[in-house]
């Protein structure tokens, strides 16, 4: 029985620390698509922006009902400054891992937090 324990005992903390390295690798990884973006808006690079940032499921079907260029130059317009300063912001930051593996940036004057999602082994923007 106390074998037993020992066991499950070393298998929690194991999978503790393998999910700390985890949510470490994340913010790691979050934090070098934040500077990306950052360079990005920063030369202007909207369309390659938004093509490498913003969810893949947005794109392709802006891209099918021929709205992409559009939705391009509505977030240049509309949107830019704002998402550029909370990325800068969010540079010097420690964000939050969730338990799905979302990773957010949250202010205490912001209305709603930078959040990234992985899918299919790349980080995007999800809201």
Request: hydrophobic share 45%; glycine share 6%.
């Given at each position: 029985m106390r074998t037993i324990l020992c066991l499950s005992l070393a298998l929690v903390l194991v999978s503790g620390f393998?999910?700390?390295?985890?949510?470490?690798?994340s913010v790691k990884e979050v934090k070098a698509a934040v500077a990306d973006m950052i360079a990005l808006l920063e030369a202007g690079k909207y369309r390659d922006f938004?093509?490498?940032?913003?969810?893949?499921?947005?794109?392709?079907?802006?891209k099918k009902s021929g709205m992409f260029e559009e939705a391009v130059n509505g977030f240049k317009h509309d949107k830019e400054q704002d998402l550029l300063k909370h990325l800068r912001m969010a540079a010097s930051m420690e964000p939050t891992v969730d338990d799905s593996g979302a990773v957010k940036y949250s202010g205490p004057s912001w209305r709603k937090p930078l959040l990234f999602k992985k899918i299919d082994g790349r980080w995007y923007l999800a809201n």
């Amino acid at each position: 029985m106390r074998t037993i324990l020992c066991l499950s005992l070393a298998l929690v903390l194991v999978s503790g620390f393998t999910a700390v390295r985890g949510n470490d690798e994340s913010v790691k990884e979050v934090k070098a698509a934040v500077a990306d973006m950052i360079a990005l808006l920063e030369a202007g690079k909207y369309r390659d922006f938004m093509e490498k940032y913003a969810l893949p499921d947005f794109v392709s079907e802006m891209k099918k009902s021929g709205m992409f260029e559009e939705a391009v130059n509505g977030f240049k317009h509309d949107k830019e400054q704002d998402l550029l300063k909370h990325l800068r912001m969010a540079a010097s930051m420690e964000p939050t891992v969730d338990d799905s593996g979302a990773v957010k940036y949250s202010g205490p004057s912001w209305r709603k937090p930078l959040l990234f999602k992985k899918i299919d082994g790349r980080w995007y923007l999800a809201n």
